[in-house]
């Protein structure tokens, strides 16, 4: 027994072609730092909220968007299904982030294979909450009008995410445990794959984090202008 009971390898990996996922990218200092700013970006106006679907259903993650609002199923400068206020502005600092994120994952050499990595001008973060047994059924972020990667920072307790493929909502997927301070970049030919959260692993998360549950935030470019 090594004391770790899940059987998840922790090196680098690339689930997919143009997927890569480091672990521990982040370290403790940063991760603090980035829960501490999810709490500001999380507050009212614009602050965090529940998603209603057109179907009736309720998204089981709490989401607050900076730079564009997501809502089902596009992108607005305003909550439009919420208190109607201003988007938060993108910040830089998440920019900077998710720039060092494609040099990590794809290097300055190979950065030139993945579509839109070069020039990649970041103005979208969504960031999710997952309380204790929310989870993400499988989707694809398709409302970005344009193929540069989505950068995904994982902080808190640990899930399980799935990566299926560009075409179908069933196998072949891979399915990856993602822990606090984890990167996970989806590029190129893996820009467009369907993925979800199947769960979360309560109780995973440093207490010094001062987190309960999981946040994630996707930094992605839109390719949107404003009309
Ligand atoms: O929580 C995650 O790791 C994925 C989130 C996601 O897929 C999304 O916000 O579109
Ligand atoms: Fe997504």
């Known amino acids: 027994m090594t004391g770790d009971p899940l059987p998840f390898p922790r090196e680098r990996a690339e689930p997919a072609p143009g997927a890569v996922h480091l672990p521990d990218w982040l370290d403790p200092q940063e991760q603090r730092d980035l829960v501490r700013a999810c709490r500001d970006w999380a507050r009212p106006p614009a602050g965090m909220r529940t998603i209603r679907l057109p179907t009736g259903g309720v998204m089981s993650v709490r989401t607050v968007c900076l730079g564009w609002h997501w809502y089902p199923y596009g992108y607005a400068r305003t909550v439009v299904?919420?208190?109607?206020?201003?988007?938060?502005?993108?910040?830089?600092?998440?920019?900077?982030?998710?720039?060092?994120?494609?040099?990590?994952?794809?290097?300055?050499?190979?950065?030139?294979?993945?579509?839109?990595?070069?020039?990649?001008?970041?103005?979208?973060?969504?960031?999710?909450?997952?309380?204790?047994?929310?989870?993400m059924g499988l989707h694809k972020d398709k409302e970005e009008r344009i193929d540069a990667p989505v950068v995904s920072l994982s902080l808190g307790d640990s899930c399980v995410f799935r990566l299926g493929n560009t075409e179908t909502r069933t196998r072949p997927w891979t399915d990856l445990e993602l822990r606090s301070g984890d990167l996970l970049v989806f590029g190129g030919p893996s820009r467009f794959a369907y993925h979800g959260v199947v769960r979360t692993l309560p109780g995973t998360a440093d207490p010094d984090l001062g987190l309960v549950g999981r946040l994630n935030i996707t930094v992605r470019q839109s390719g949107l202008v404003d009309p």
Not at 98 to 127: C, F, H, K, Q, T
């Open 81 to 135: 299904d919420g208190d109607g206020a201003p988007v938060k502005p993108f910040p830089p600092v998440l920019g900077d982030l998710a720039l060092r994120a494609l040099e990590a994952v794809y290097g300055p050499d190979g950065r030139s294979a993945i579509a839109g990595a070069e020039g990649y001008a970041p103005d979208i973060a969504v960031v999710n909450h997952y309380p204790h047994g929310a989870k």
